[in-house]
């Protein structure tokens, strides 16, 4: 057996100057990775108690996770590297007599569909329709990853297939496009109404990045889909 001596016998007697830089780098580093374990420790704890929290963390962790694992080793297996190529399988399979597909995502899944219509063929594209709503693409993800969701992407996949995007001035997370394509966004209404209905004691709620299924203005968009001048098309949500 090789004896190779202690961590720090490489330096030199007279290198005392090194020797103490290299033990407080280490020292300095333990005591980051212990602070940052315990920290998400207590975010965790944290974030079980308090929803506000804990949906800060579930967008944090979401946006995360969307990436290949290279960008963020810590964590778990990309999920988009499943996702998108099984959904791109639904599609080719989905198309019964011709009839076109509804590609709906909310928030984060708007992100996946998104990705999934930049993977589609030019034919394949023409039969799908995207709806998006509650959508973080332009609000969080052409600023913070711009090579892949900038403004020309957006507009890239706006010119690429027909688009709807049903938005809110009250969602924190979801926004318009802002392309200045005509069409593209839509903006809902929220709440409803300012009074109070005839027997209720509660005004009407702020729904901001929740319930767009029921919103009238979802339903409106998947009428204005199947009635426009395309063929008819199937909803695949």
């Known amino acids: 057996l090789t004896h190779h001596g202690r961590p720090l016998d490489w330096i030199g007697a007279g290198e005392s100057g090194l020797r103490s830089l290299v033990e407080w780098s280490t020292a300095t580093g333990v005591f980051l990775i212990s602070v940052f374990v315990l920290g998400l420790v207590a ?6 108690g308090d929803g506000r929290v804990r949906k800060l963390v579930g967008v944090l962790w979401d946006i995360g996770t969307f990436w290949p694992r290279s960008a963020h080793p810590l964590a778990p297996p990309c999920y988009a590297e499943r996702v998108v190529p099984d959904l ?3 599609i080719k399979g989905w198309d019964p007599n011709g009839a076109g597909t509804i590609l709906s995502g909310h928030s984060q899944g708007s992100v996946i569909v998104a990705a999934t219509v930049f993977q589609l063929s030019d034919d394949e594209v023409t039969k799908v329709t995207l709806l998006t709503y509650g ?3 332009r609000r969080l993800y052409a600023r913070y990853f711009p090579a892949y969701f900038g403004e020309d992407q957006l507009q890239q996949l706006a010119d690429r297939v027909d688009w709807l995007n049903l938005w809110r001035r009250t969602d924190s997370i979801g926004s318009d496009v802002d392309l200045g394509v005509v069409g593209v966004d839509i903006e809902l209404t929220d709440p409803a109404g300012f009074d109070r209905r005839p027997g209720d004691p509660e005004y009407p709620r702020i729904n901001g990045h929740s319930d767009y299924h029921s919103d ?5 968009a998947l009428d204005l889909i199947r009635r426009s001048p ?8």
Do not use: C, I, K, W
């Not at 009238?216 to 409106?220: C, E, F, K, L, V």
């Open 43 to 48: 975010v965790g704890r944290y974030a079980y």
């Open 135 to 137: 959508s973080p693409l």
């Open 230 to 237: 395309a063929p008819p098309r199937g909803d695949h949500s």
């Open 88 to 90: 791109m399988h639904r």
């Open 216 to 220: 009238p203005g979802y339903a409106a």
